[in-house]
């Protein structure tokens, strides 16, 4: 693939930077991501590969499996794309979705010279189809492992309807790095499974306000575990995927080590807490019951002061 073939128009045409990420469907966040007119999709809708699965349980099924990927141009140099459709299925990986995903991730390892942007927008692995989902979610982690090992730079941007949980949370901790809005939940159990292995006593999933805190976008930031905090909007997203993919963060053994040694301390230093507002109060947050309720750019400008941005590990 020659890179020069999937540079479109200039940037600033015909594009909505004001759009709602977490309100726009899948392709609308790719339309309004990339340069416009830009965008060439991989087995589209048009191709009928749907999932081979859902017909058997009298389940919907989409053209596309609740996945668009494909390539364009973002500020005007190559970069590959994939959106998941939080709206269908909530997002969830199964056979083909998880297929389309993976041989996008190993284009990118093979070129080795264009980043892939992954717009994350997942519940998990669906149930109808839970062997061929985890086997996914597998197969896309050993691509992306692959592909940053190459020198590829892949950046999650999650701030969608179903959040990031399950497989996709395993995903998303593989990506060189990640940025992350308010609606942005990240986590491999959610709520709903921690209740039922653990009782509401430890985790009440019907408690929002505790969901936002323990897996909202903001305790991600604060916690590590995303670089960037953003606001609502398209413009947003897209100005920290710009300065995510200026980074310079090659896989190896001692990025390795560093994550773990990151894990190790973060563990030691918030083990024994019992709430996310005790760990911001250790991070140094002024009035830690306040952040829930900060505005986006306040809580950036914080966020910033406080929270360490570890480019060596992710």
Request: charged letters at 25%.
């Amino acid at each position: 693939m020659n890179a020069a073939n999937i540079l479109g128009a200039p940037a600033s045409a015909g594009r909505s930077l004001a759009t709602n990420w977490f309100e726009s469907s899948a392709r609308a966040r790719i339309g309004h991501l990339l340069d416009a007119g830009s965008f060439v999709e991989f087995i589209g809708p048009e191709m009928r590969e749907i999932s081979p699965h859902l017909r058997l349980f009298d389940l919907p099924e989409e053209f596309d499996d609740g996945i668009v990927v494909g390539c364009g141009a973002f500020d005007g140099a190559p970069v590959f794309v994939a959106a998941q459709e939080g709206r269908f299925m909530g997002g969830a990986f199964g056979e083909v979705h998880g297929a389309k995903l993976t041989g996008l991730i190993r284009a990118a390892r093979d070129l080795k010279t264009i980043p892939v942007l992954l717009l994350l927008d997942t519940g998990g692995v669906r149930l109808q189809e839970a062997n061929a989902g985890e086997l996914a979610v597998a197969e896309i982690m050993r691509a992306i492992v692959e592909a940053r090992t190459a020198g590829v730079m892949v950046i999650g941007l999650i701030g969608g309807r179903a959040g990031c949980y399950g497989g996709g949370g395993l995903i998303a901790g593989c990506c060189t790095a990640l940025a992350v809005s308010e609606q942005g939940r990240i986590a491999v159990s959610g709520p709903e499974v921690i209740e039922t292995n653990r009782g509401v006593e430890e985790f009440d999933s019907r408690d929002r306000a505790l969901v936002w805190r323990t897996m909202g976008g903001k305790h991600r930031r604060l916690l590590g575990g995303a670089e960037v905090f953003v606001g609502p909007a398209v413009e947003d997203f897209r100005n920290a995927a710009k300065g995510l993919l200026a980074l310079q963060a090659r896989l190896s053994l001692p990025t390795l080590a560093a994550e773990q040694a990151r894990l190790e301390e973060r563990l030691q230093r918030f083990g024994a807490c019992a709430d996310a507002i005790d760990i911001w109060s250790i991070e140094g947050v002024p009035d830690a019951a306040a952040v829930p309720s900060m505005p986006a750019d306040s809580f950036i400008a914080l966020a910033d002061k406080v929270a360490r941005a570890r480019y060596d590990a992710r």
